[in-house]
């Protein structure tokens, strides 16, 4: 197995445009979910999905990030617009089911300048 | 929610010493606890785990006990190596919510010197 494929692995944006981070999860895996991490903040959770559903999204900083999963097999994380705080590296995972552990993709390292 | 607490946050020892991590957890309800590893420029790595119904679990060099009562979980890292230098972080999970959505401690940044 690939393990969790995230892409791109690094992004550099202006401020304003549009971002969008993209996973592919284990296949198998039902549970889906997007992390943040920076060095103040450590790691946060955004969002995740259960079944393609997404399950609790209150950790969406705000209007400007969405994510969908629109098949088992595919996420999107979007940014519009950025902003230079949104530079950090965000990680994507999967797992089996609701009682184990993750497997975390490489993760995008995203710069917004 | 659940609140996890990891202490220390850094940790240095010597090559060959052992290596002591510990978390604390809020909700009686979570009833699985991971431990991840992170390299430099990497994502988080799984490299064991516990459930509340175990009191120890040990996989070769790492091993993990669990304390119910007290709400408190360790990894312990013996005969440490230079390639054990990481970040670490535990996690606690409800499994009876809705979906596994795991509470992440802060990390310990471990240094083994040569």
């Known amino acids: 197995d690939a393990g969790v494929i995230q892409s791109p692995r690094h992004e550099v944006t202006e401020m304003g445009q549009e971002v969008t981070l993209r996973c592919k999860p284990i296949?198998?895996?039902?549970?889906l979910f997007w992390y943040r991490q920076t060095m103040m903040r450590g790691l946060e959770l955004l969002i995740y999905?259960?079944?393609?559903?997404?399950?609790?999204d209150s950790g969406m900083p705000e209007d400007r990030f969405s994510a969908k999963m629109p098949n088992a097999s595919f996420s999107t994380l979007k940014i519009q617009p950025s902003e230079p705080r949104d530079s950090a590296v965000y990680f994507c995972?999967?797992?089996?089911?609701?009682?184990?552990?993750?497997?975390f993709g490489s993760g995008t390292r995203l710069t917004v300048v | 929610g659940e609140n996890v607490e990891q202490h220390p946050s850094t940790l240095s020892v010597q090559e060959g010493d052992s290596a002591v991590i510990k978390c604390t957890y809020s909700?009686?309800?979570?009833?699985?606890f991971p431990w991840y590893k992170q390299e430099l420029g990497k994502g988080p790595q799984l490299i064991i785990d516990?459930?509340?119904?175990?009191g120890e679990k040990k996989d070769q060099r790492i091993a993990v006990t669990l304390n119910k009562t007290a709400k408190h979980f360790s990894l312990h890292i013996t005969e440490t190596q230079p390639e054990d230098s990481a970040v670490y972080f535990c996690?606690?999970?409800?499994?009876?919510?809705?979906?596994?959505?795991?509470?992440f401690g802060d990390g310990t940044t471990l240094t083994v010197k040569p």
């Open positions: 995972a999967s797992s089996r089911d609701r009682d184990y552990g993750y497997t």
């Open positions: 296949s198998g895996h039902n549970s």
């Open positions: 999905f259960n079944n393609n559903v997404p399950i609790d």
């Open positions: 909700d009686s309800a979570s009833n699985y």
């Open positions: 516990i459930r509340s119904n175990v």
């Open positions: 996690a606690a999970l409800t499994s009876n919510t809705n979906a596994g959505k795991s509470t």
